[in-house]
Structures are given as structure tokens and as C-alpha cells.
Nanobody, 124 residues
Framework: QVQLVESGGGLVQAGESVRLSCAAS????????MGWFRQAPGKEREFVAA????????VYADSLKGRLTISRDNSKDTAYLQMNSLKPEDTAVYYC?????????????????WGQGTQVTVSS
């Protein structure tokens, strides 16, 4: 089993940045692809970004591309999501997840392990 713990969320002003962290424990973090998702109130969970275990291959949600940077430090079993130029519509609970699939995927069903989420609230 893998445990994931997100942190770094909070209340921010529109236009500011936030850096979310996802700390993993329990299994070899570097063996998994990792992804970030978000869920706003009353909406379905939405793909944000994903990174291959090799740390090279990355995919971003088209609507968010240009404002995001996903990264990982396998030596620390930790992943990060940097979000810039935040907008009120970015308000959501942000989740990190791990996938054992050999390919990068935007499909939440392909992710086996999930964190509890961290709230990001962007005020206008």
C-alpha cells in the first residue's frame, strides 16, 4: 500500500502562485507515474497534470497548460505542482495520485493510490 499526503494548499489571491507537495510512503515512489487532479464543489474530478516515473514525460490539461509545472524528486518520494497566475475558477480540492500503468494517463480510473487532497481557494 502507498500513502500519499498533499500539502501546500490554502487561501490565495488571484494572480498569485501556489506550490503543492505530495509526499509518498509505503512503496517505491519512483516505480509509479504520478498525477494531479482537482475537484471543485459540484463538479467532477478533473485531470490537471501527470508525470512519468522517469521524470521526463509530462502531460498537462490543455486548459491549464502554461500556468503549471509538475515535478518530482524520487530521492525524497515527493512530487510537486506549481500553479501560477491563479484564478478564482482554480478553487478546488487538489489530489495527487499514483498509477502503475506503463503509460501516462489522464483517466482517474488508471490511478490506484490517492491522497486525501488539499484545498486551494483563490479569492478575487
Amino acid at each position: 500500500q502507498v500513502q500519499l499526503v498533499e500539502s501546500g494548499g490554502g487561501l490565495v489571491q488571484a494572480g498569485e502562485s501556489v506550490r503543492l507537495s505530495c509526499a509518498a510512503s509505503g512503496r517505491t515512489f519512483s516505480n509509479y507515474n504520478m498525477g494531479w487532479f482537482r475537484q471543485a464543489p459540484g463538479k467532477e474530478r478533473e485531470f490537471v497534470a501527470a508525470m512519468h516515473w522517469n521524470g521526463i514525460n509530462i502531460v498537462y490539461a490543455d486548459s491549464l497548460k502554461g500556468r503549471l509545472t509538475i515535478s518530482r524528486d524520487n530521492s525524497k518520494d515527493t512530487a510537486y505542482l506549481q500553479m501560477n497566475s491563479l484564478k478564482p475558477e482554480d478553487t478546488a480540492v487538489y489530489y495527487c495520485a499514483l498509477s502503475g500503468r506503463p503509460f501516462l494517463t489522464r483517466n482517474a480510473n488508471d490511478y490506484q493510490f490517492w491522497g486525501q487532497g488539499t484545498q486551494v481557494t483563490v479569492s478575487s
